[in-house]
Protein backbone atom coordinates (compact mmCIF):
# COMPACT_ATOMS: atom_id res chain seq x y z
CA UNK A 1 0.00 0.00 0.00
CA UNK A 2 1.09 3.56 -1.06
CA UNK A 3 -0.15 6.94 -0.53
CA UNK A 4 1.00 9.95 -2.44
CA UNK A 5 0.39 13.14 -1.57
CA UNK A 6 1.11 16.36 -3.71
CA UNK A 7 -0.14 19.65 -4.32
CA UNK A 8 1.61 21.43 -1.56
CA UNK A 9 2.99 24.99 -2.19
CA UNK A 10 3.90 28.57 -1.18
CA UNK A 11 0.71 31.21 -1.18
CA UNK A 12 -0.63 33.92 0.14
CA UNK A 13 -3.32 34.66 2.88
CA UNK A 14 -6.46 34.13 1.49
CA UNK A 15 -6.01 31.81 -1.39
CA UNK A 16 -6.44 28.38 -2.34
CA UNK A 17 -4.78 25.43 -3.21
CA UNK A 18 -5.91 21.83 -3.80
CA UNK A 19 -4.14 18.68 -2.01
CA UNK A 20 -4.49 15.12 -3.56
CA UNK A 21 -3.83 11.52 -2.47
CA UNK A 22 -3.60 8.84 -4.58
CA UNK A 23 -3.93 5.73 -2.93
CA UNK A 24 -2.53 2.52 -4.41
CA UNK A 25 -2.85 -1.01 -3.02
CA UNK A 26 -5.94 -1.19 -1.61
CA UNK A 27 -9.40 0.17 -2.57
CA UNK A 28 -11.06 3.26 -0.95
CA UNK A 29 -14.37 1.76 -0.98
CA UNK A 30 -14.96 0.41 3.03
CA UNK A 31 -12.36 2.49 4.05
CA UNK A 32 -10.99 6.15 5.17
CA UNK A 33 -8.56 8.65 4.14
CA UNK A 34 -7.35 11.18 6.32
CA UNK A 35 -5.76 14.39 6.52
CA UNK A 36 -3.05 15.40 8.88
CA UNK A 37 -0.79 18.47 9.29
CA UNK A 38 2.11 18.85 11.68
CA UNK A 39 3.70 22.73 12.15
CA UNK A 40 7.42 23.27 12.97
CA UNK A 41 7.56 22.55 16.73
CA UNK A 42 4.08 21.25 16.78
CA UNK A 43 2.33 17.88 17.04
CA UNK A 44 0.45 16.37 14.37
CA UNK A 45 -2.97 17.28 14.34
CA UNK A 46 -6.23 15.64 12.41
CA UNK A 47 -7.85 18.44 9.85
CA UNK A 48 -10.01 16.01 7.48
CA UNK A 49 -11.30 12.82 6.99
CA UNK A 50 -13.75 11.22 4.54
CA UNK A 51 -15.25 7.81 5.70
CA UNK A 52 -16.23 5.67 2.35
CA UNK A 53 -18.13 3.24 3.81
CA UNK A 54 -21.10 5.88 4.76
CA UNK A 55 -19.50 8.76 3.26
CA UNK A 56 -19.36 10.40 6.35
CA UNK A 57 -16.39 13.43 6.60
CA UNK A 58 -15.30 14.84 9.43
CA UNK A 59 -13.54 18.69 10.26
CA UNK A 60 -11.26 20.39 12.65
CA UNK A 61 -13.02 23.39 14.06
CA UNK A 62 -9.60 25.29 12.94
CA UNK A 63 -11.02 24.37 9.29
CA UNK A 64 -14.72 23.88 9.16
CA UNK A 65 -16.24 26.14 6.46
CA UNK A 66 -12.52 26.67 4.49
CA UNK A 67 -11.63 23.27 3.97
CA UNK A 68 -13.74 20.37 1.81
CA UNK A 69 -12.64 16.92 1.64
CA UNK A 70 -13.52 14.75 -1.43
CA UNK A 71 -13.08 11.14 -3.05
CA UNK A 72 -12.85 9.86 -6.69
CA UNK A 73 -12.69 6.41 -6.38
CA UNK A 74 -12.17 6.07 -10.20
CA UNK A 75 -8.59 7.32 -9.76
CA UNK A 76 -8.79 6.05 -6.00
CA UNK A 77 -7.58 9.55 -4.89
CA UNK A 78 -8.47 11.98 -1.74
CA UNK A 79 -8.61 15.58 -2.31
CA UNK A 80 -8.50 18.36 0.39
CA UNK A 81 -9.75 21.67 -1.42
CA UNK A 82 -8.53 24.57 1.11
CA UNK A 83 -9.80 27.94 0.80
CA UNK A 84 -9.36 31.05 2.21
CA UNK A 85 -5.92 29.93 3.24
CA UNK A 86 -3.86 31.48 7.07
CA UNK A 87 -0.42 32.06 8.22
CA UNK A 88 -1.22 29.46 11.13
CA UNK A 89 -2.54 26.45 7.98
CA UNK A 90 1.48 26.41 7.90
CA UNK A 91 2.34 22.88 8.24
CA UNK A 92 3.17 19.39 6.08
CA UNK A 93 0.34 17.80 5.12
CA UNK A 94 0.18 14.32 5.66
CA UNK A 95 -2.47 11.67 4.50
CA UNK A 96 -3.34 8.43 6.05
CA UNK A 97 -5.30 5.60 5.36
CA UNK A 98 -7.26 2.65 6.79
CA UNK A 99 -8.56 -0.64 5.14
CA UNK A 100 -12.43 -0.27 7.22
CA UNK A 101 -13.63 0.49 10.89
CA UNK A 102 -12.50 3.98 11.49
CA UNK A 103 -12.32 4.54 15.03
CA UNK A 104 -11.22 8.06 16.10
CA UNK A 105 -10.76 9.80 13.00
CA UNK A 106 -8.35 12.51 14.50
CA UNK A 107 -6.33 9.82 15.56
CA UNK A 108 -3.03 8.97 14.23
CA UNK A 109 -3.48 5.50 15.74
CA UNK A 110 -6.68 4.82 13.65
CA UNK A 111 -4.53 4.80 10.49
CA UNK A 112 -2.02 1.96 9.44
CA UNK A 113 -0.86 3.42 6.16
CA UNK A 114 0.77 7.10 5.76
CA UNK A 115 1.89 9.35 2.80
CA UNK A 116 5.56 11.58 3.06
CA UNK A 117 3.92 14.35 3.45
CA UNK A 118 3.63 17.90 1.19
CA UNK A 119 4.58 21.45 2.52
CA UNK A 120 2.11 24.15 2.45
CA UNK A 121 2.93 27.81 3.25
CA UNK A 122 1.12 30.89 3.85
CA UNK A 123 2.78 34.11 3.93
CA UNK A 124 2.86 37.36 2.68
Known amino acids: VQLQASGGGLVQPGESLRLSCQVS????????VAWFRQAPGRTREGVSC????????YYADSVKGRFTISSDNAENTVYLQMNRLKPEDTAVYYC??????????????????WGQGTLVTVSS
Open 25 to 32: GFRLDGGA
Open 96 to 113: AAVRSNLHLWFSMHSYDY
Open 50 to 57: IDESDGAT
